[in-house]
């Protein structure tokens, strides 16, 4: 039993102007993460919450520091898992099985189903709805 964390609810908890700010807070405070036992995300979702801040933000340094102290610091509440070549190879046949023409999945979100599939958790915290009828969604 465990859960899973992809990059728009991590950006958004930490960055206020994001448009989905109150509804990450809302997750945060409401869930209760200790009942879940393990939470995870992977490094290309780390990767992807920083490009989101660069983006986003035109490069703002206090967005930087929040996303820092998240990942990094003493607000992560949250296990890192660090892909493998194997891993990749897995991915790609995540892909091909998931993906069609109404439900397009990216590389990165693939990733989380992987880590699905590897420690049996079957929810994330997701704003996407493609992972709808692969993973149950912790929304707001």
Not at 76 to 104: G, H, M, P, Q
Request: charged share 25%.
């Amino acid at each position: 039993m465990g859960i899973i964390l992809d990059s728009g609810f991590l950006y958004s908890l930490k960055v206020k102007q994001d448009q989905k700010h109150f509804s990450s807070l809302k997750i945060f405070k409401e869930t209760d993460w200790k009942s879940y036992g393990s939470i995870i995300t992977t490094d290309l979702v780390v990767n992807e919450v920083y490009t989101l801040a660069n983006v986003r933000t035109k490069c703002n340094p206090d967005s930087f520091e929040k996303i820092d102290q998240l990942i990094w610091g003493p607000e992560n509440f949250f296990a890192i898992y660090w892909l493998n070549v194997d891993d990749y190879r897995e991915i790609v046949t995540i892909l091909k099985k998931y993906s069609n023409s109404d439900k397009l999945l990216s590389f990165v979100d693939a990733s989380l189903i992987l880590v699905s599939h590897k420690f049996d958790f079957f929810n994330i915290v997701s704003f996407d709805s493609h992972f709808d009828g692969i993973l149950t969604r912790i929304t707001a």
